[in-house]
DNA sequence: GCCCCTAGTGTCAAAAAGGATACCGTTATG
DNA sequence: CATAACGGTATCCTTTTTGACACTAGGGGC
């Protein structure tokens, strides 16, 4: 992604704007698993197979600059760190839901057809 | 995107397989674009400021390859080309329009915050 | 003492995406 | 004859993204 050259990220439409937010293949997938509920940072790693460390650092970093998460540190020994959704994040259940919702149906028709 | 190696692009949950069809910042643009109907290509290109022609060709043609989007060629000039959304392309309209929805929603906000 | 755990960071290099520019054929228009 | 319109291609180059890998702190277990 482009990620535009922050600050003005309003090119064009709603839709345009509101993709620069949750590019990346990743944050949409973490946004969804976060859905569900409070999650450290080695239990999304698992539920993410394919991310890798740094990537998923990244993300969440992005994540957390653009609002959607809140990412909450533990004065612990080993450090234990909790991402959750915050309202913002939240409100995009819909979108992440109709998307899943899709996968769900189109996918697996496609691998039908692909098998 | 990394667009994953072709063929195999189930790494994960249906979200994450539904990601790798719609990936890239001006692939959502283009379908929600077309879903008022059908568009010429110089129409798209005027719709979406900003996306280049050679970028606009290429996501045309993914899209197509993903059979999300229908490419009508007239023998004609000059040349006439026509995209439409494909039954599979348009059964992505809940997650466009929730995606609008969202982004009307919560990019307001967010403008009227940071001016 | 040594290794493991968590949740990272840093560096390097490869791969991919994206942008700029020039060019194509054909017909109409000036 | 030159130019413009349409819907692209081809080429080059830069920026971004991504991956691999090593390394960190500080306590607990063996």
């Given amino acids: 992604m482009p990620r535009v050259p922050k600050q003005q990220a309003s090119t064009g439409c709603s839709v345009e704007r509101a993709l620069n937010l949750i590019d990346g293949k990743w944050k949409i997938v973490i946004l969804y ?25 990244h993300q969440l970093r992005e994540l957390e ?27 995009l259940e819909p979108v992440l839901m109709a998307l899943k919702h899709w996968g769900d149906t189109n996918l697996s028709s496609l691998e039908a057809k692909a098998a």
Same sequence: chains 1, 2.
Avoid: C, H, W
Avoid at 34 to 57: A, C, D, H, K, S
Avoid at 72 to 78: F, R, S, T
């Fill in 33 to 57: 698993k976060l859905l569900r509920g409070t999650l450290r940072f080695n239990e999304l790693r698992r539920l993410i197979p394919g991310v890798t460390q740094r990537m998923l650092t």
């Fill in 65 to 91: 600059a653009d609002g959607l998460i809140v990412r909450m540190v533990y004065a612990q020994v080993p450090p234990r760190v909790e991402y959750s959704l915050s309202a913002r994040g939240r409100s």
